[in-house]
């Protein structure tokens, strides 16, 4: 069996989508005779915990931990809430900052190039230039974000020549989220530089969407392909909820704040009575405060349901139980390639999805090839008044149901095998 050394930063009982996608890797690697052996730190700082995806780490594989120092422990001597906040990547306009957050954001943004974590980079390198020679290990992967830990795949390609995979969950320097780093020239000539140079060093390149390759085949000739997230195991059976539940699971930061849908959310109750009776509007995650300012602008607050963060297997439940399932992205041509990890547990909970985002968003493209739910552009207005009516009218029916096609190539084990093939593949 081949072994692989995988370095990631996020892992249980780190939670959210960034930890999924390898741990449901690594859980299927082996029924393709790869061995995976994964470097984790011991003592990392992640904004969000979920420890039932802990118990989801299959039995026997091994995982190395070093320890990690990371600033943010200085930081939050002066505000602990403002910095779990930055470090968990919500950000708040400009004109709605404090004078410290504004400061702690320009300090991680010019001092700590590429990011917080890169003091992890050189004890890891030493650490494991001795297990890959020790484990005889060919072939090294990195994921990223945070992009130091690409940093060390670099590093060790250099050392050992080791077949090195880099896998970008996100792209680098064009993420909305650096934009609000306020970066100095230097800083951004210096994140440019590292991501040119691990782009043309590397021996292949994963990333998550076909914008993304297409983005990063300008700046390379490296081999890319894509492997989008997905997800994993049959949907719960289980009973739909008695309202009209619209439900929006995972992070909503403040640049996604849906405005056009509160403004028809609040047309649709104040002219339908049977809609204002049965519309809940359901937050399942982190909610910018903007957010819920609009809502309650818009008169909502007393359909919202604001749940919070709950375990991966909370979401599991509450998705298949919802009407309809919101996706939400920025209206930029920088998000056009965002695929949310959510979209494919969405789309395997079989429950309509409405998309929106920005035009030609690759993910309202797999929603429709899917036969999946609805993608439209955040200033649809009548469009989207539409569509809502005519799904709670098939609601009102029990008649709101989907008939989906060609989901099962987003299955984890079948992303996991496209993995497999191209460690394994070689360039002619």
């Known amino acids: 069996m081949q072994k692989i050394l995988i370095i990631a930063y996020y892992w249980p009982p780190a939670g959210g989508p960034g930890v999924q996608r390898w741990l449901k890797f690594v859980k299927y690697l082996q029924d393709f005779n790869i061995e995976p052996i994964v470097y984790v730190p011991e003592n990392p700082n992640y904004p969000?915990?979920?420890?039932?995806?802990?118990?989801?780490?299959?039995?026997?594989?091994?995982?190395?931990?070093?320890?990690?120092?990371?600033?943010?422990?200085?930081?939050?001597?002066?505000?602990?809430?403002?910095?779990?906040?930055?470090s968990s990547g919500i950000i708040q306009k400009h004109k709605k900052q404090s004078a410290l957050e504004r400061i702690l954001l320009w300090i991680r943004g010019n001092f700590f190039i590429p990011d917080a974590r890169k003091y992890w980079?050189?004890?890891?390198?030493?650490?494991?230039?001795?297990?890959?020679?020790?484990?005889?290990?060919k072939t090294i992967i990195t994921t990223g974000p945070p992009h130091s830990i690409h940093l060390i795949g670099l590093n060790l390609k250099r050392q050992l020549n080791v077949q090195w995979i880099t896998d970008f969950r996100d792209p680098w320097t064009s993420i909305g989220y650096h934009k609000k780093l306020k970066l100095?020239?230097?800083?951004?000539?210096?994140?440019?530089?590292?991501?040119?140079?691990?782009?043309?060093?590397t021996d292949k390149i994963v990333v998550t969407s076909k914008a993304t390759k297409q983005e990063f085949e300008q700046l390379t000739q490296k081999p890319i392909t894509v492997i989008t997230n997905g997800f994993d195991g049959a949907p719960l059976q289980v009973d739909l909820d008695e309202k009209f539940t619209i439900s929006h699971i995972g992070s909503l930061l403040t640049d996604r704040n849906p405005q056009t849908l509160w403004k028809v959310l609040q047309e649709l109750v104040n002219e339908n009575a049977a809609?204002?009776?049965?519309?809940?509007?359901?937050?399942?995650?982190?909610?910018?405060?903007?957010?819920?300012?609009?809502i309650t602008q818009f008169g909502l607050t007393s359909f919202t349901n604001e749940v919070g963060y709950v375990s991966?297997?909370?979401?599991?439940?509450?998705?298949?139980k919802s009407q309809v399932l919101l996706l939400l992205e920025i209206d930029s041509n920088e998000t056009k390639g965002i695929l949310p990890g959510k979209l494919f547990e969405y789309l395997n909970a079989k429950r309509p999805i409405l998309a929106i985002g920005?035009?030609?968003?690759?993910?309202?493209?797999?929603?429709?090839?899917t036969n999946s739910g609805v993608g439209l552009v955040s200033t649809a207005e009548s469009a989207l008044k539409n569509v809502l009516l005519e799904w709670f009218e098939l609601y009102q029916k029990n008649k709101l149901q989907l008939n989906s096609k060609g989901i099962e190539k987003y299955s984890r084990k079948e992303l996991t095998q496209q993995l497999a093939n191209f460690i394994r593949w070689e360039s002619s």
């Open 48 to 86: 969000i915990t979920d420890n039932s995806l802990v118990d989801e780490i299959p039995e026997g594989i091994r995982i190395l931990k070093q320890p990690i120092f990371e600033p943010y422990g200085f930081a939050s001597v002066f505000s602990q809430k403002k910095t779990k906040r930055i």
């Open 184 to 201: 100095s020239r230097i800083a951004q000539q210096k994140h440019k530089q590292l991501e040119s140079i691990v782009l043309n060093t």
């Open 312 to 320: 991966h297997s909370e979401v599991l439940e509450l998705q298949p």
């Open 121 to 137: 980079v050189k004890p890891s390198v030493k650490y494991l230039s001795k297990v890959i020679v020790d484990e005889e290990i």
């Open 358 to 369: 920005p035009e030609n968003w690759e993910a309202a493209t797999i929603v429709k090839e």
């Open 275 to 294: 809609f204002k009776d049965a519309l809940q509007i359901q937050l399942i995650g982190v909610v910018g405060k903007e957010v819920l300012a609009s």
